[in-house]
């Protein structure tokens, strides 16, 4: 890649491609040199902007007024070209039409839902725990645990019935692809859209839903009238989209931290209440979600530059999380470091509306792990999973030690 240093435009330029297969297997050159250019950067083969320091990001994701959402925050612009599906009511929307449905999906995501939620998803997470060691103790941790935990008990939640739920993990990737540009990943998931849609679309509807679950409580407040009959099904399809894929390769995250990092695994062993904060300091340093896109309403000075009105910003979650001017030693997985601030779910009025469920997840999981896995060390290649948005893994071969 090149970068050029601001000429007479004060505005670095480079001519990467953060969506190419070689970026995408390791961001984290690309990263260093976009935040090391300066404050933003200029994306010449799409012509857009970038922030990948920790302070830009921020400042334009608290400021929803000066970068909207409801543009689209993928690099097509909603302006000018068709969406692929219709807009998300939460994700795509800014005030006021984002309020009434993020203030329901909020309460029905809210502390007491999880307090019903915790006993249950621990005793899972300890019987899938039980039947994994059973089968051996070398497995893929991916295969194994991070892509089946989540769909074992995040659909059940929601309410949905069983039949199809395969689908869920490929329609999220080509959602996360989406947000990319037009390129060959997203032409992968293309012949596959309108079935997995349909299907997806299908389950957000209140006689699919089970009675009790995150649908009906959706539905449930399209009844009090506090968001309409027609934005339920859509406030559903918001979780179905944004509750799969996401926990799946956060929950590899953390363990592949875990893996790499022994000293850190036996920190959590003594003191399995780390294992909270060890899902957001994965986090972090994987950023499973690594970029989004925000427009700029008006002309927008950032240094010396202005970024036009109209033009599409593209945020470096993932670079911002390891921006050296926010964090010592960003690069180092450590449970001892307070991560509270990454951007990792975002920030500001569109901040991840499911983090906290996500959480439930890898700590229930992460502790069942600890009370049984003395040691974690990798057991073969890992394997990367390319998604024009997500750092994803295909493949963590581990090997584990029993107490
Ligand atoms: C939605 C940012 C990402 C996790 C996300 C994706 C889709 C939606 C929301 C968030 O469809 O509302």
Not at 170 to 199: C, I
């Amino acid at each position: 890649m090149t970068t050029t240093a601001p000429s007479a435009t004060s505005l670095p330029t480079s001519d990467v491609d953060p969506f190419s297969h070689e970026v995408l297997e390791d961001p984290l050159p690309m990263h260093t040199e976009l935040r090391e250019a300066g404050p933003v950067v200029h994306l010449s083969r799409y012509d857009l902007y970038a922030f990948a320091r920790y302070d830009e990001v921020y400042a334009a994701l608290v400021d929803w007024q000066g970068f909207q959402s409801a543009a689209g925050v993928g690099m097509s612009n909603f302006r000018y070209e068709k969406p692929w599906r219709p807009p998300s009511l939460l994700l795509e929307a800014d005030p006021p039409k984002h309020d009434a449905p993020r203030r329901v999906l909020q309460k029905v995501l809210g502390p007491r839902a999880l307090r019903r939620l915790r006993e249950g998803w621990a005793a899972d997470a300890e019987a899938l725990v039980d039947e994994v060691l059973a089968r051996g103790t070398s497995f893929d941790a991916v295969e194994s645990l991070a892509s089946v935990f989540p769909l074992r008990v995040f659909p059940d939640a929601v309410g949905i019935p069983q039949p199809g739920r395969e689908n869920l993990l490929p329609y999220g990737d080509h959602a996360f692809n989406a947000f990319g540009p037009d390129n060959d990943l997203v032409a992968k998931g293309a012949p596959r859209v309108a079935e997995l849609s349909a299907w997806v679309n299908a389950q957000c509807q209140r006689d699919v839903l089970a009675p009790t679950g995150f649908g009906a409580d959706i539905w449930a407040a399209s009844d009090r009238g506090d968001i309409t009959p027609e934005q339920a099904p859509l406030v559903v399809r918001s979780l179905l989209t944004a509750g799969v894929d996401t926990t799946v390769h956060g929950i590899s995250a953390v363990l592949y931290a875990f893996a790499t990092h022994p000293e850190q695994w036996q920190r959590v062993r003594q003191d399995p209440s780390l294992a909270r904060v060890a899902f957001d300091e994965a986090v972090r340093w994987e950023s499973p979600v690594q970029t989004f896109f925000r427009t700029a309403t008006t002309d927008v000075r950032v240094g010396d530059a202005v970024i036009p009105d109209g033009h599409k910003i593209l945020m470096f979650l993932a670079a911002a999380n390891r921006d050296p001017r926010r964090w010592d030693d960003p690069d180092v997985f450590d449970l001892s470091r307070d991560p509270s601030g990454h951007v990792g779910f975002g920030m500001g009025i569109h901040q991840c509306a499911g983090q906290h469920v996500a959480r439930l997840e890898a700590e229930t999981l992460v502790t069942a792990l600890a009370r049984r896995v003395a040691r974690i060390e990798l057991d073969g290649p890992t394997v990367r999973h390319h998604n024009n948005t997500l750092r994803a893994w295909e493949s963590i071969p581990v090997r584990v030690v029993l107490d």
